[in-house]
């Protein structure tokens, strides 16, 4: 079973940053694109971000351009998603899987984004 724990979430008033991280295990971390999905009440979850194996190509949804930046550490087999100038509308649970997504998700870890 792969297991896949996000966290890093919070409560931040618009223009701040938060870090996320998202620990994987079971499975060759490496081997896999991951990316960054978030889901609002009432809305579909989205995709957010999306990062190569190699750690050289990023790819981002054109609402968080500029502001998002998609990272990993495939010895630590950890994704990471430096969220900076937050908006509310960046207000949603954030998850991590593969891209294409695995059967498993995560709980997610929620961002709040008030003031």
């Known amino acids: 079973q792969v297991h896949l724990v996000e966290s890093g979430g919070g409560l931040v008033q618009p223009g701040g940053s938060l870090r996320l991280s998202c620990a994987a295990s079971?499975?060759?971390?490496?081997?896999?694109?991951m990316s960054w999905y978030r889901q609002a009440p009432g809305k579909q979850r989205e995709l957010v971000a999306t990062i190569s194996t190699g750690d050289g190509f990023a790819d981002y949804a054109d609402s968080v351009k500029g502001r998002f930046t998609i990272s990993r550490d495939n010895a630590k087999k950890t994704l990471y998603l430096q969220m900076n100038s937050l908006k509310p509308e960046d207000t949603a649970v954030y998850y991590c899987?593969?891209?294409?997504?695995?059967?498993?998700w995560g709980q997610g870890t929620q961002v709040t984004v008030s003031s």
């Open positions: 079971g499975s060759s971390f490496r081997i896999y694109a």
């Open positions: 899987n593969t891209n294409p997504t695995g059967d498993y």
